[in-house]
């Protein structure tokens, strides 16, 4: 049995908007869960049900198997971790941090105990004595954390937790974040619009839109088994590349372009989608400079651009109108105006239905699995 179910769960607010549709979900204990979407897909509407801080519109939401809609935060066993840092400005970090054993009564001498213990954790040690107003941003969500994990629930919510730290904060407290969840073993749910948060952190992530899941999986999944155009263009950075057309004979003529998919997909795939409308997709990494084997879609086109990052280039590509953008290597990358010839190998090539936006499967066995 799962630890949490959700199950056809909807949201609909006193104004009449429909935030959230049908969302189903089991979690088993000790699972990193990560809801990633664009701003207003209904991540946070969703995690605020499950928190009991909104109310349940339609549908069930179960702990241990147990229906736990009409029960309140505190039974439900969550701390939840806000991106406001929800901190008291008038005491010490100290007193943040033993605020809620101190509501629950627990002895003084137990909290001193898990106060040192969870600073010691969240190296917090030094800065007791401080008001949050006498620290870095990335030390209040520190303590934001700490007064979630020293209650020792089973469940931590975390809504957009990183989301006022600098580049650099963030990078830290992602992994401070995971350590974290690998030493308590809580069930945790973790809101975020950053995919890159999302990859590098969940166990699954649930990728939504509009308020509807679009695919749930592990980032492995996601990456290299995106359901649809959304999810294919949502993970991975920069984004998926997407060239629209129309596919006649097993291929899709542009201006100064074949893309051929015969060999690419089955014969019946081809004969399926014949004169329809479909998007060729293949990511900026998954491509190589030179030609070395046969079994690859050729491009040619114009640099427009490049951008030196360091462990990577980016160079933007005009194919006559049709624009992409390659990742490359930084010592083979080649120069603004020159024309290029990148190519394509076949297990790197993605389709879509234009009209749906889902996959479809070149072959009858294309899926690649870990
Ligand atoms: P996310 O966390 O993905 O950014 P939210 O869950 O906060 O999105 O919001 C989902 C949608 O619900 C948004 O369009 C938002 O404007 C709407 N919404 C949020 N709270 C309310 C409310 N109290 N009343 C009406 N609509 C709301």
Do not use: W
Request: hydrophobic share 40%.
């Amino acid at each position: 049995m799962a630890y949490l179910t959700l199950r056809g769960i909807n949201k609909i607010y006193p104004n009449g908007y429909h935030a959230v549709h049908d969302f189903n979900l089991e979690i088993e204990k000790g699972e990193f869960i990560v809801f990633v979407g664009s701003s207003g897909c209904g991540k946070s509407t969703t995690l605020r049900m499950i928190a009991g801080l909104e109310n349940i519109s339609k549908g069930e939401f179960l702990i241990n198997g147990v229906r736990a809609n009409e029960k309140g935060p505190r039974e439900r066993g969550v701390a939840m971790v806000f991106q406001s840092y929800a901190l008291y400005p008038h005491m010490t970090v100290y007193d943040n941090l033993a605020f809620g054993l101190t509501l629950q009564g627990v002895d003084d001498d137990v909290i001193e105990k898990r106060v040192n213990a969870t600073a010691g954790i969240l190296g917090l040690t030094d800065y007791l004595e401080r008001l949050p107003r006498e620290l870095s941003g990335g030390q209040r969500q520190r303590v934001a954390v700490g007064r979630a994990i020293i209650r020792k629930v089973d469940i931590f919510l975390m809504d957009e937790p990183l989301s006022n730290l600098d580049a650099k904060q963030r990078v830290t407290m992602r992994s401070e974040i995971t350590q974290i969840h690998r030493e308590t073993g809580a069930t945790t749910i973790y809101v975020t619009h950053d995919q890159t948060e999302a990859m590098t952190m969940a166990d699954r992530i649930v990728v939504m839109k509009d308020g509807y899941v679009q695919q749930v999986g592990t980032p492995y999944d996601l990456y290299f088994n995106p359901v649809n155009m959304f999810v294919a263009g949502f993970i991975g950075e920069p984004p998926m590349n997407f060239i629209e057309g129309t596919l006649s004979g097993g291929r899709i003529e542009l201006a100064n372009n074949t893309i051929d998919l015969n060999g690419v997909a089955d014969k019946s795939v081809i004969e399926k989608y014949e004169g329809q409308e479909v998007a060729f997709g293949f990511r900026p990494e998954a491509i190589k400079l030179s030609e070395d084997g046969e079994n690859t879609i050729a491009l040619t086109g114009i640099v427009e651009l490049i951008e030196l990052l360091g462990d990577n280039t980016n160079v933007y590509v005009d194919m006559h109108g049709i624009n992409c953008i390659l990742k490359v290597d930084p010592h083979i990358s080649p120069k603004a105006d020159s024309a290029i010839t990148f190519h394509i190998p076949y297990e790197n090539v993605y389709l879509f239905d234009r009209q749906t936006e889902k996959r479809i499967k070149l072959k009858e066995k294309n899926e690649k699995k870990q």
